[in-house]
């Protein structure tokens, strides 16, 4: 059973009418024989042993206990287990009625508290009830069990638990202490903060060529390690440029690393920098950057990193100038080594960065087209879960030069609508062989139409289709400024 009907919903209702949901999914699993009784007396007792016991940290609490306590980016002591709290944590309706019966607890009626009169009796009766499992998911239980059973250990449990840094509640609460009611929609434009949990990318999901894997392993080795590089004093790391065509994979990566790395992700979004509250802007870069400080260890990803170049040559606004400045110094002042933050950078239009720019990056990462291996081994991947009679791959990879990982995604995303259209769930070659013809049409459509205030298309030259110009989400600001 899930505790889904206790998910966190949060909403925002900003002025455009808009709706901002932040939305916390409980993926705890309780057991599967869940026992209201005796899941009210494991929070209970384990808010009442964590407020006695300093030594305990936030990373010692359950994650789904965490969210009910987190405030300002911290969690204060006492824990108090009002009815309300314990409903929250436990998905128990009642919780003071479920455990009025024994003989260990009370209820004090003007603070809604549950407590404990007798803590030994409440541990021995918990002791008998409770799954060795369930122990496992919660350090601060583990440190009362840990003599009494062989299999409990505090440090086994502490590795099981998700680190407090990854739980959104506490981002949530981090975000409220810094930027102010009105604040808030300004700068959740400019940045948007995910918990590892609700990054869906996986790197088994993506084809990396030998380079970017290189990469990867090098920075995960780095990470691990980061307090070796400090004391050998080498800090000129943990800053990667990701550069290549829009659909290579460049915010996939990122945000795969985010997961595999259990890292919150950071994402700036530099356009945004033109929004119209510009006299914030700088303001709230800065405190973007305070955040990300807060979080560490977490990963600050800036896609369209060629704005900071442009902006720089143009004669922008003052204020947008100020804001790519303080962009720059946050940039440099920053470090994987002393402060724990991971800094990506993305770029479709590496042509238009400055010296200025390259240099604040350690390392380059290229994100080429795929070749004809790699659309092969693409599309293996995309299709893991479809079923496809005589399906040949590799025909349709030599079928598909120029195309990107996210062009062969929407090819298969066209060839399976229309199959569903004739009441079919098993796709053939022939669908497939169909979908990449569609695409190429549609596509050179499309580049034809653009072409007109598209110097790009027409500089980049040759046919329209291998232009490098397929960016379906629209992030692409040259078309329209050039
Ligand atoms: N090398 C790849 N392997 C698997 N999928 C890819 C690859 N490159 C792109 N894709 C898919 O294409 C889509 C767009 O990729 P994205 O990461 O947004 O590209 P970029 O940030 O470079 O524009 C994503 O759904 C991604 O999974
Ligand atoms: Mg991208």
Not at 58 to 66: G, K, T, V
Not at 81 to 101: F, N, Y
Request: glycine residues 4%; proline residues 4%; aromatic residues 6%.
């Amino acid at each position: 059973m899930y505790i889904g009907s206790n998910a966190i919903t949060r909403l925002i209702d900003d002025t455009s009418g808009r709706l901002r949901v932040a939305y916390v999914a409980c993926a705890t699993k309780l057991p599967e024989m869940s026992e209201p009784e005796r899941d009210v007396v494991e929070f209970v007792l384990t808010t009442d042993v964590y407020s006695e016991r300093e030594d305990l940290e936030p990373d010692d609490l359950p994650s789904i206990y965490r969210t009910v306590f987190w405030e300002n980016g911290t969690i204060e002591r006492p824990l108090v287990p009002t009815v309300e709290a314990t409903r929250e944590a436990t998905g128990v309706d009642d919780p003071w009625d479920t455990v009025s019966g024994l003989m260990f607890t009370s209820h004090d009626d003007f603070s809604e508290e549950i407590k404990l009169t007798d803590r030994e009796m409440a541990e021995e009766w918990l002791g008998k009830r409770i799954e060795l499992e369930e122990i496992l998911e919660n350090p601060t239980l583990a440190s009362i069990f840990e003599d009494d059973f062989d299999e409990v250990s505090y440090k086994r449990a502490r590795e099981q638990v998700r680190p407090a840094r990854a739980d959104r509640a506490w981002i949530d609460s981090l975000l409220e202490e810094y930027f102010a009611e009105e604040e808030e929609e300004e700068m959740l434009d400019l940045v948007d903060i995910r918990a590892p949990e609700e990054v869906d990318m996986r790197l088994d999901d993506l084809v990396l060529t030998e380079d970017q894997e290189g990469e990867i392993n090098k920075l995960v080795k780095a990470i691990e390690h980061r307090d070796y590089l400090a004391r050998i004093g080498l800090r000129e790391i943990g800053k990667l440029l990701f550069v290549g065509p829009p659909g290579t994979g460049k915010t996939s990566v990122a945000r795969a690393l985010a997961h595999e790395l259990d890292l919150p992700f950071v994402e700036v979004k530099l356009s945004m920098i033109t929004s119209q509250y510009l006299g914030e802007t700088a303001k709230n870069v800065e405190k973007t950057f305070e955040v990300a400080r807060r979080l560490s260890p977490c990963i600050l990803f800036m896609d369209e990193f060629d704005f900071v170049a442009k902006t720089r040559a143009s004669d922008e606004h003052a204020a947008i100038k100020r804001a790519v400045n303080t962009l720059l110094k946050s940039i440099d002042e920053i470090s994987l080594i002393q402060d724990d933050v991971l800094l990506i950078g993305a770029t479709n239009h590496p042509d238009q960065l400055d010296a200025a720019a390259w240099r604040r990056f350690d390392e380059i990462v290229n994100f080429p087209k795929p070749d004809v291996g790699m659309r092969a081994d693409i599309l293996r991947v995309v299709t893991r879960d479809m079923e496809i009679e005589d399906y040949d791959p590799e025909e349709l990879a030599e079928m598909t030069e120029g195309l990107t990982g996210s062009d062969l995604r929407l090819v298969l995303r066209e060839a399976v609508l229309n199959a569903l259209t004739e009441e079919r769930t098993t796709l053939t070659q022939d669908d497939l062989v169909d979908a990449v013809a569609n695409f190429e049409e549609r596509d050179n459509l499309k580049n034809l139409d653009m072409i007109e205030g598209d110097h790009d298309a027409l500089v980049a030259g040759g046919t329209p289709s291998a232009d490098g110009g397929h960016d379906h989400e629209g992030h692409d600001h040259s078309h329209s400024e050039d």
